[in-house]
């Protein structure tokens, strides 16, 4: 799933840049740029927007003013010259906050910030009493749901379950914490790693990536783990 993303900045070179970087990111398409607030509420109010990349100093209606109006909220990113506005953009439950010029390493960082946030959002719309597992981790029980793990590491005599929230250390084998995951959703590709194939952004014949983490594919079973991912 793409996020249907949009940039406001009334610098057209700000702008563009930023445009281009939505463009070619997979998992984002862009619906618009827009130049001032005004456009960019029309656009809102018509259509789905999921993420805004958004300045905050521009003519008449500033980025938090925007904000203040609209009555549905999308996942935002502020960007602006002056990092005195950081703490007031957080008062707005910003995701993120960039700073110009925008480096694209930086821009990537706060894409995947985007898409862990919309699956988190979207998985617990569903998942309130949906399929989970109870695990022991620092001497505590957590309750983790099973549509929120990315994947499972083997970590020496624990295992790691990586999930969107947090990263877990569970005393266990990959061979019984398998056992335990559902069959039709997970996949052990890797003597050390079992993935949700659910979170599966792209693979190849090396290595599947998970939210920007590449992940190795066993040699052994390599045509029959490609043969499942692709008739996932």
Known sequence: MKLNTI??????IQRITIAKLISEHPNLNLGGDFSN?????????????DLIFLDIEMPH???FDLIDGLKVKPLIVFITSKADYAVKAFDYSALDFLQKPIKKARFLVAAKKAMEMHHLKHD?????????LIIKSNLKK????????????????????????????VLSTMKSFEIELPKENFLRIHKSYIINLDKVDRFNSKQVEIGGEKIP????????????????
């Open 7 to 12: 940039v406001v900045d009334d610098s057209s």
């Open 37 to 49: 607030a005004l456009e960019a509420k029309n656009y809102i109010t018509n259509n789905t927007v």
């Open 61 to 63: 209606i500033t980025g």
């Open 124 to 132: 617990q719309t569903h998942d309130d009493n949906g399929p989970h």
């Open 142 to 169: 957590i309750k983790v749901y099973t549509s929120h793990v990315k994947w499972v590491e083997a970590f020496g005599d624990y295992i790691k379950v990586v999930t969107y929230e947090d990263t877990h250390l």
């Open 217 to 232: 594919l066993s040699r052994n079973k390599k045509e029959e783990i490609i043969a499942i991912l692709e008739n996932y």
